[in-house]
């Protein structure tokens, strides 16, 4: 590298007659520029067709979302009624302890919180297995609804021609919201075997 060279070249200087662009001329030339290419800009968005989905929506309010949290409920409120009424006996036999307590003997009296103790236990392990049930049910419901939800979301895609259908965004125009054609469709759809 030479010392006589400047690492950064100086301006040119604009001589007489030269064209000096003003902040006017500039932005008057951007919009020039600008309103060229406008109908272009138009013609490419309208080209583009973009659909949104609201997943929550659907996994709430499509038929075959109701009629899963329906099964469900059938399926699982007797056994969690049962709970609830050994819940309650429990609760009626600790307080009836209480209340013998004083007129019991030492032996008796351990005897009875031992036998309410396991009970309790047996009650709370009863509770997780029917919860771990419950949930392993309602994920196999919604993968079911989910995988039909995505094969409706798919033929409309393909036969309305959309570019582009998301299902997760921060903020979206009504406009673009697909989600009562997906709800009604999945309605419409039989569910598959």
């Known amino acids: ?35 060229a290419c406008a ?3 138009a013609q490419a968005q309208d080209a583009l067709r973009i659909g949104y989905v609201n997943s929550e929506r659907v996994l709430r309010e499509a038929a075959p979302a109701k009629a899963a949290l329906a099964r469900m409920e059938a399926d699982f409120s007797k056994r969690d009624k049962e709970l609830n009424d050994v819940a309650a006996r429990l609760k009626s036999v600790a307080d009836k302890l209480d209340k013998d307590a004083p007129t019991l003997s030492e032996s008796e009296r351990t005897r ?15 509770r997780r ?15 079911a609804i989910v995988e039909r939800a995505n094969k409706v979301i798919k033929s409309i895609f393909e036969n309305e021609k959309y570019d ?20 009604k469709a999945l309605g419409a759809a039989p569910a598959a075997k």
């Open 1 to 35: 590298m030479s010392a006589s060279r400047p690492l950064h070249p100086r301006p040119a200087r604009l001589g007489r007659g030269a064209p000096v662009l003003s902040c006017r001329g500039l932005a008057a030339a951007a919009v020039l520029a600008l309103s």
């Open 39 to 41: 109908p272009l800009l």
């Open 112 to 126: 009875r919180q031992r036998d309410l103790q396991e009970q309790g236990r047996e009650l709370e392990r009863k």
């Open 129 to 143: 297995e029917f919860q771990e049930d419950l949930n392993q049910r309602r994920n196999e419901e919604t993968q």
């Open 164 to 183: 582009l259908i998301l299902q997760d965004a921060v903020f979206f125009s009504p406009r673009v919201d697909i989600t009562d054609k997906v709800i």
